[in-house]
């Protein structure tokens, strides 16, 4: 395949992002990591390039700033083929109650998780629709559909719920464009997300609770996003898809 998947925040060594590269190179695609860790974005992708032969650019950004999304961007396009496919990974999250959130943080938490796939998709969607062929997907959450009750609390649901609408409406205007928008709802996954604040207790609970007795892997995430990047998933836009072990089912 003669084309480019963006994947932001896919640096985090164990994080979602980085299964979602493995998965998208496997397929075929090229592959531009970004990251507000530079480092990082860099070692996943030569580990990617290594593994499946696919070219791979690592680069810095935070999703946040206009500019640096900007410049990232402009990076991808100088140097690897068309981009034909982003998803929206870079994710931050947030267990504060309510009642004790401070402003900063709140708007953090929108900044990146919302602010941050508006401001990748509007830079790379006008190429997609000039192209006539784009695959977007954003990292929405079970807790954006069944009121937090995971791990992130409102801020981070509200964000996450943001995202749906975000995608659904996006999908129709874009639809007569061969540009089709998605969500992905995951539940528990095992990743560093958490930063340790997890407990053990209760994550054993909350594993009780899931039907199919698990924490989910990246690779769940990961093969359905690439499922819903395939040129063949064309007429599916504005789904989202839930993949949390039966722990919500509606
Ligand atoms: P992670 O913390 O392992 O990785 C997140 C990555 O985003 C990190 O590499 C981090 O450096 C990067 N990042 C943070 N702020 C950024 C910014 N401003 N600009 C660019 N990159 C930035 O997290 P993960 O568990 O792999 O989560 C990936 C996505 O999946 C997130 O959007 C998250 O909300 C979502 N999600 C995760 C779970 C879960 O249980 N792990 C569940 C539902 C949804």
Not at 12 to 32: D, E, F, T, V
Not at 105 to 124: A, C, H, I, P, Q
Not at 234 to 246: A, E, P, R
Request: charged fraction near 20%.
């Amino acid at each position: 395949m003669n084309r480019t998947a963006i994947i932001t925040g896919a640096g985090s060594p164990r994080g979602i992002g980085q299964g979602i590269a493995h998965a998208l190179a496997a397929q075929g695609w090229n592959i531009a990591v970004l990251d507000i860790d530079e480092v990082s974005a860099k070692a996943v992708a030569d580990a990617v390039a290594e593994a499946h032969g696919v070219s791979a650019v690592g680069a810095v950004c935070d999703v946040t700033d206009k500019a640096a999304v900007d410049a990232a961007v402009s990076t991808v396009e100088s140097s690897l083929p068309e981009i034909g496919a982003l998803v929206n990974n870079a994710g931050i999250t947030s267990p504060v109650p309510f009642v004790e959130v401070s402003d900063e943080e709140w708007d953090r938490v929108f900044e990146v998780n919302v602010r941050g796939s508006y401001l990748m998709t509007k830079r790379v969607v006008d190429g997609m629709v000039s192209r006539g062929f784009g695959r977007i997907v954003n990292l929405s959450s079970v807790s954006a559909e069944r009121g937090g009750g995971v791990f992130g609390g409102v801020a981070y649901s509200a964000a996450k719920a943001g995202l749906l609408g975000f995608s659904r409406a996006l999908a129709r205007e874009l639809g007569p464009s061969g540009v089709t928008v998605n969500s992905v709802a995951p539940g528990l996954i095992d990743t560093d997300i958490t930063a340790g604040k997890l407990d053990p207790e209760r994550k054993a609970a909350m594993i009780a609770d899931i039907p199919t007795r698990r924490a989910g892997q990246v690779s769940d995430v990961a093969d359905v996003i690439a499922f819903l990047c395939r040129p063949e998933s064309s007429y599916l836009t504005g789904v989202t898809y839930d993949i949390n072990g039966g722990s919500h089912i509606h």
